[in-house]
C-alpha cells in the first residue's frame, strides 16, 4: 500500500507551525511540504544583525520601503493543488510600491525585492539553489547569499549571477540605488573564545 503526503497549503502552515509542536523550530513550505531548519549560531545572528542594520538605516534614511529580518515568512509560490512555498528571509527588503505602510501581521504575500540568507555549516548547496530559484521566479529582483567561512557572497539575479570578495563593494543596483556596502564590513573579526 502507498500512502500520499499531505499537501500542506500556505494558510494550513501557518496553523501547523502555530501549534505547540513547533513552537522551538524554524520551518518553511516547500511545494506543500514541512521543511525543518537548523537553528542559526551566534556568527549568523551577528552577521544578519550587522547587515540588517546596514540596509535598514539605507532603506529609512531613505524613506524606501520596508526592512524585515527574524526569518520573515514570505508566501512565494500557491498552487492550485496546494503545493504552496513559504520561505522565511534572514533580511529581506520589500519596496514602498509594494507595500506602502505595515507588513500585515501574517505570511507576507509579495516577493521581496531583495532577499538576503546567511549560510550556515548545516545549510545543503542543493537547497540554497531551490531558495535562489524560487525567489527569482516569485519575483525576487536580487538575491544576496552571504558565506561567513570564505566571507564572500554571491549576488544573483535574473541575469546571472557574481561572487564579491572582501575587498568589493555589495550593491543595491536597481533594487536600492545608491546602496553600497564594504564586503569585508559584513563580517566581524577574528573570533574570539
Not at 501549534?19 to 524554524?26: G, K
Not at 558565506?147 to 554571491?154: E, H, L
Not at 543595491?172 to 564590513?185: C, H, T, Y
Amino acid at each position: 500500500m502507498v500512502m500520499e503526503r499531505q499537501v500542506i497549503s500556505a494558510e494550513g502552515f501557518l496553523e501547523i507551525v502555530g501549534s505547540p509542536e513547533y513552537v522551538d523550530r524554524i520551518v518553511e513550505l516547500v511545494d506543500g511540504e514541512i521543511i525543518k531548519m537548523p537553528k542559526p549560531t551566534g556568527l549568523h545572528g551577528q552577521i544578519t544583525f550587522h547587515l540588517s542594520l546596514k540596509i535598514g538605516n539605507f532603506v529609512v534614511e531613505n524613506g524606501l520601503g520596508i526592512v524585515t529580518a527574524a526569518e520573515t515568512g514570505f508566501i512565494l509560490k500557491r498552487d492550485s493543488d496546494g503545493r504552496d512555498a513559504v520561505l522565511g528571509l534572514d533580511i529581506a527588503f520589500v519596496s514602498g510600491a509594494k507595500y506602502p505602510a505595515a507588513l500585515p501581521d501574517r505570511l507576507v504575500g509579495v516577493a521581496p525585492d531583495l532577499a538576503v540568507e546567511v549560510i550556515a555549516p548545516s545549510n545543503e548547496a542543493a537547497d540554497i539553489h531551490q531558495k535562489i530559484r524560487q525567489l527569482l521566479a516569485a519575483g525576487t529582483t536580487l538575491v544576496w547569499i552571504v558565506y561567513p567561512a570564505t566571507r564572500t557572497v554571491d549576488v544573483h539575479s535574473r541575469s546571472g549571477a557574481t561572487t564579491l570578495e572582501e575587498d568589493d563593494r555589495l550593491s543595491g543596483g536597481d533594487v536600492l540605488p545608491g546602496l553600497a556596502i564594504p564586503v569585508r564590513e559584513i563580517f566581524p573579526g577574528p573570533a574570539s573564545n
